[in-house]
């Protein structure tokens, strides 16, 4: 009895002491943003600033090469809108088909599929560079939202498994009402899907808004950079680098990711749950 009394409170302080543990360096960058730049690492074991330095957003905000931070936002966004879009839609229509339709070699096709996501991603890099420089689409965002509009092999994994769980009844009276396959998808599977669809946008949102490696290989003019460059660019390695103002921008970051997560959070627990993907 004294044992299940003291279980819960032990159980919260572990896990807040974890989570303290695990948010210290986002602590650290946000306190650090408001310290001067040649001090941050100077005083690198003191968490809170001597001196509150709120210039530094200003400063930050002001971007480098002429454009503010917040067009670099707005590229992101608009990168990161469109490509969510693409993937959500794609990849939904490719796992009815992979669930629902039946054609020859299917379970082949599946598997290969299943296959790309264990295939490194530095390893289609110099080919997919070659095919969009033929194209023609270096310098725009193209490269970086195109090829989310033929699926996404996690996304369609996710969604495959909870297609499956739903009744195949449905499909039969929707087909003897005259439902045709199109039709049977964005009546009756579509609707279904809302818990994995937005699991999808909220996991395609992170990605795109993070990455860094595509816009550094495509973009290569400073009014198309996304926020990931543009952090980036706060480093000067020949000259001072203004950390205070790079810190200040990657809270801004920040706040897009953290309002997606606590305004999405029970769609990405229901996606997981219910997707076959629980342990």
Known sequence: MAWKTF???IYHILVAALALLMLYPVFWMLFSSFKESRT??????SLFPTEWIWQNYVTGWKGTSGYSFGTYILNSLTIVVIATIGAVISSSLIAFGFARLKFKGRNFWFALMMMTLMLPGDVVLVPQYIIFTKLGWVNTILPLVVPSFFGMPFFIFLMVQFIRTIPAELDEAATIDGCGKFRLY???ILPLLKSSLATAAIFSFYWKWEDLLGPVLYLNSPE???VSIALKMFLDSESASNWGGMFAMSILSLVPVIAVFFAFQKQIV???STSGLKG
């Not at 941050?40 to 074991?45: E, G, L, N, S």
């Open 7 to 9: 279980k819960w409170p």
């Open 270 to 272: 229901e996606g997981m």
């Open 224 to 226: 198309k950079y996304t």
């Open 186 to 188: 964005f009546r009756i």
């Open 40 to 45: 941050i690492f100077v005083t690198a074991d």
